[in-house]
């Protein structure tokens, strides 16, 4: 068990049986209460955020996670299967287990890390940048600059990124894989 004045950044609370990261923590003082700390958590199968208040005497089990470097292989009608780098054993995980987008930034022996808890797989660390070709966009028109204007540009796997409008179809782009924005061309 841990105490809320002893969670640190990135650790993993089992709550009431779901796995839940703390992004942020901060404890204040507060006159003839005591203490209470203001922690942000994310939960890690469905990636939403929640603040809790909780009083400095409440007690968390921390869940430990075993991370795996894995490399994906393909997807079918089960989900997406992913193969472990030491004992070649193959995983399958579906697209809740991937987060929000993370289908969209498969590709073929893409190498990750997945995160398992009591042998089950949880979720799956990507690279911080991951590289796409435009498969499709509209052509920018000379005039219809403003300054940082933006156009949506779907990319080879179906991600959909607000791209400049110098891109074009087939160009080459860097894109952040925690915030879905376009960084630069690769």
């Known amino acids: 068990m841990i105490q809320p004045t002893d969670l640190r ?3 993993v609370l089992d709550i009431d049986g779901n796995l839940w990261q703390v ?10 209460r ?19 208040n909780v009083p400095s005497g409440e007690r968390f089990t921390r869940a430990y996670l075993d991370t795996r470097p894995m490399q994906y ?18 995983v399958t995980l579906s697209d809740a287990d991937l987060g929000e987008n993370g289908r969209y930034y498969l590709q073929e022996g893409l190498e990750l890390q997945v995160q398992f808890y009591e042998d089950r797989p949880v979720g799956v660390d990507f690279p911080i ?12 028109v000379k005039g219809d600059t403003v300054s940082g204007a ?3 540009a779907t990319m080879d796997s179906g991600l959909v990124v607000q ?24």
């Open 73 to 90: 292989l393909y997807s079918d009608d089960t989900g997406h299967v992913f193969m472990d780098q030491q004992d070649f054993e193959q």
């Open 34 to 52: 005591g203490n209470i700390v203001k922690i942000k958590l994310k939960n890690i199968k469905t990636g939403a955020v929640v603040e809790r």
């Open 129 to 140: 940048t991951l590289d796409f070709t435009v498969a499709q966009t509209d052509p920018g």
């Open 163 to 186: 791209v400049p409008l110098f891109i074009n179809e087939g160009d080459k782009i860097r894109v952040d894989t925690r915030t879905g924005e376009y960084l630069g061309r690769a």
């Open 9 to 11: 950044r990135g650790m």
């Open 23 to 32: 992004l942020e923590y901060q404890s204040f003082k507060i006159a003839m």
């Open 150 to 152: 933006m156009k949506p």
